[in-house]
C-alpha cells in the first residue's frame, strides 16, 4: 500500500484506539492542522471524519476546522470540503506582499491569497480565518502596515498574528543565522505589535489572546479550549495530547507511527504527569495570554504583582486578574516571574 493511505488507515485506528477521560461528553471541536492537510483528497478527509464521527459522540454545533495553504485549493474542492461538513476554513496567508512570501519561501502570491478567499466564501464558508507572521528580517512598520490593512479589506471573521520564529534548519532560518538576513529588531517588533492590536480594534477584531483577533462570536472554540486546559486528544504522527494529569506525544517518525497503530497500539514516544506546580504555572502562563486573564487567588501572594499592576501590564477586577494590551505582550516573562 502506497505510504499516504497506509497513514490515514494508522490514523482511524488510532482515533478507535484513544479514549476521552469524559466519554458521555460530545466533541465541541476537531482541527485539521500540521503541515498541509489540503493535500489529503476529499475522500480521505471523509473517511477520517466518518471514522471519528463513529467513535467518539459531537456537538450539533461542533466546530471542524481545516488548515490550508493559498494556491493549493479551487472552488471545487472548497466547496466538496464544505459539504463534508469542514464549517471553518484557517489559511496560512503570512504576508500580502510577494517579496515577504517569497523570503518566507512561500509557494503562493498575493493574488492568489484573495482568490482563495473569494473562492472559500462563494463555497459557503462563514467562518474563515487568517494566519499572518510580523517581525521578518528587514520588516518596517509600513510594509507590515501594508499587510494589516489588506486583511482587514478582505474581512476574515478570526485572524491570527504571531510573531517570527525560526528553526536553523530551514532555509530561513540559516539565512538569518549566517548573517544573510538581519535579524529582527526587538523595538520595531514591539512598535509593530503595539499597531497591530489598534488595527485590528479600529477594523472591529477584538483581541481575545496575545496572538488572536476575532469578530463578535468567531473566536476559535478548539484553540480556546487548549488556553483554558481543557483535556484534548492528539491524533497522528507528533500530534501532542493532553489528558489531565498527563500529557502524551506521538511519533514524530512517519514509519514508526504507521507500525505502532498497525499492531493495535498507541504510537506514543512519550507521556509525561503534570505536578500541582506545573498544571499551576501552565494555568498562570495561558491564562495571562488571554483577555480572560486568572483567578487572583492564584497569585495573590506572589511579590511581583503589585509592581506589573503599577506598570499597566494587569489589572485587578474582582476576583480576576486581567492582562492589558501591553501586558498581553509580557505575558511570558510576567507568568514566570508570578508563579
Known amino acids: 500500500m502506497p505510504r499516504l493511505p497506509r497513514y490515514i488507515e494508522a490514523l482511524k485506528a488510532e482515533i478507535n484506539l484513544r479514549h476521552l477521560p469524559s466519554p458521555q461528553s460530545p466533541v465541541g471541536s476537531v482541527y485539521f492542522g500540521g503541515g498541509t492537510p489540503s493535500l489529503l483528497s476529499v ?24 488548515e490550508a495553504n493559498p494556491g493549493t485549493l479551487d472552488l471545487h474542492y472548497l466547496e466538496a470540503l464544505r459539504n463534508l461538513g469542514i464549517n471553518r476554513l484557517s489559511l496560512g496567508v503570512q504576508s500580502f506582499l510577494d517579496d515577504e512570501l517569497q523570503m518566507m519561501g512561500r509557494i503562493h502570491s498575493s493574488r492568489q491569497v484573495i482568490k482563495t478567499i473569494d473562492d472559500a466564501r462563494s ?17 518596517s512598520l509600513a510594509q507590515w502596515t501594508t499587510t494589516l490593512k489588506r486583511a482587514i479589506a478582505l474581512a476574515p471573521d478570526h ?24 535579524r529582527p529588531d526587538e523595538e520595531t517588533v514591539a512598535t509593530i505589535y503595539e499597531t497591530t492590536v489598534t488595527q485590528f480594534a479600529n477594523g472591529g477584531y477584538a483581541q481575545y489572546e496575545v496572538s488572536n483577533f476575532a469578530r463578535p462570536g468567531y473566536e476559535s472554540v478548539h484553540n480556546r479550549a487548549y488556553w483554558s486546559g481543557r483535556p484534548y486528544l492528539g491524533l497522528g504522527a507528533s500530534a501532542h495530547g493532553f489528558l489531565p494529569p498527563a500529557r502524551y506525544w506521538n511519533h514524530a517518525d512517519l514509519d514508526s507511527y504507521i507500525e505502532t497503530t498497525e499492531n493495535n497500539q498507541l504510537p506514543e ?44 501590564w494587569l489589572t485587578i477586577e474582582g476576583d480576576r486578574v486581567r492582562p492589558t ?15
Not at 467562518?127 to 521578518?136: C, E, K, P
Not at 498562570?284 to 486568572?294: Q, V
Open 159 to 182: 485572524i491570527s498574528a504571531y510573531t517570527l520564529t525560526w528553526s536553523e534548519h530551514t532555509p530561513l532560518g540559516r539565512r538569518i543565522e549566517h548573517g544573510a538576513l538581519e
Open 269 to 312: 514516544a512519550g507521556r509525561e504527569t503534570l505536578s500541582k506546580a506545573d498544571v499551576r504555572l501552565e494555568e498562570i502562563a495561558l491564562g495571562l495570554r488571554r483577555r480572560e486573564g486568572i483567578a487572583l487567588a492564584l497569585v495573590a501572594n506572589s511579590s511581583p504583582l503589585p509592581r506589573f499592576v503599577d506598570a499597566g
Open 43 to 66: 475522500d480521505q478527509i471523509e473517511g477520517l471524519l466518518q471514522q471519528l464521527k463513529a467513535r467518539f459522540s459531537m456537538t450539533s454545533d461542533c466546530e471542524v476546522t481545516l
Open 123 to 139: 463555497a459557503g464558508f462563514d467562518n474563515l480565518s487568517i494566519d499572518l507572521i510580523y517581525g521578518l528580517p528587514g520588516q
Open 325 to 339: 494590551s501591553a501586558g498581553l505582550f509580557r505575558a511570558d516573562g510576567m507568568a514566570t516571574a508570578l508563579a
